[in-house]
């Protein structure tokens, strides 16, 4: 009888306070990942760490437990008096208000106040929050740096300070913000620098701040880039036909909630049109969007209200749904790493996933790129259409598969929806 894997640590077996355990129990979270067993022990001690896992691995907890439980109860940390103690600092408004909302799960049982702030939203009501104390504050980069320059974000204070997704805001060019928020924090305070891949300038940044930082790997460098639970299905697709065979896959067998990424925000807007004219329940998220509609869209497929998501990559980053059945990829990602985000968010936690690619004639060699980068052996992708019995075989597709699901309905974040 092959013996049975030894199960994680337990977050109480590491050290965490108990009413941080309690609260992740009632959310069902009682073991810990990979990145989670690795870092929480120096963390809780409040060494400097850099942690890189991959999407979807457990960052969020690996870093907001031990940011918690210290500003909780340490004896290094000022104790709490309404300005903040923790500061996470993420890349985009989605991601911030993932994290928000996990620290706050993660802190009911605890007298620990959370708020997150970011862009396109009234300076009014987050200065309102700020005035009214706040223990711990999450945010993107942008807004941050203003209220502090203002004067309503005090970060004297701060004893931990966590930079998520590094490599995605060096992306986005926030770094010269990051670099005057960090400067701010003057006084002797814990870092942790959290991301999926480690460029040159964010290790060049971390050396530069970070206190003789230990660097901390999930997995063997050398291991694929990509998800071992993450089935990968690439094919050559017409772009006259790639609506007509995303219309096929989403109606495979054993489908959930599936995240469909373009490359362009006009793409989104009218691939989730075509979609909802098909009968499909489905919402978009992009940059032509105002913030209130991305996140009546983001809320909405959290719920599983909308089963369906259409996204360019930088309104997806911060998508932190752990039961996605199926990403797929209506048009070839730019580079192999946008290719590891965006599979990223099928297969995580445990769960399995299919990551499908619908290559154009025009993007096959940027799919080579990307095949080469990270060697998925499937260099010359094969020609399928929506008829093609090979597409229904791969993806458990019913012979009975229409082009159409229902009547036609309105999708939230359209292109239709926004004309007047």
Known sequence: MPAQPTPSPTFAELGVAVEICEALAEIGIVHTFAIQE????????????????????GKTYGYGVPLLDRVFDSADVAELDGTPRGLVIAPTREL??????????????????????????????????LEAGVDVVVGTPGRLLDLHRQGHLQLDRVAVLVLDEADEMLDLGFLPDIEALVEALTHEHQTLLFSATMPGPILTLARSFMDRPIHIRAEDPGESATHDSTEQVV?????????????????ARGRGRTIVFTRTKRSAAELADDLAELGFSVGAVHGDMGQPAREKSLSAFREGTVEILVATDVAARGIDVDDVTHVINYQTPDDPMTYVHRIGRTGRAGHQGIAVTLVGYDELLKWKVINDELGLDVPEPPQWFSS????????????????????ARKAVGGARSRRR
């Open 388 to 407: 093609s019995p090979e597409l229904h075989q791969a993806l458990d597709i019913p012979e009975s598969a229409g082009k159409r699901v229902g009547r």
């Open 38 to 57: 690795l870092t929480l022990p120096l963390a809780l001690d409040g060494k400097d760490l850099i942690g890189q896992a991959r999407t979807g691995m």
């Open 235 to 251: 094919f050559q697709s017409h772009r006259m036909d790639k609506a007509a065979v995303v219309s096929k896959i989403l109606q």
């Open 96 to 129: 911030a208000v993932q994290v928000g909302d996990d620290l706050a799960a993660a802190a009911t049982r605890l007298p620990i106040r959370v708020t997150t702030i970011y862009g396109g939203r009234p300076y009014e009501e987050q200065i309102a929050a």
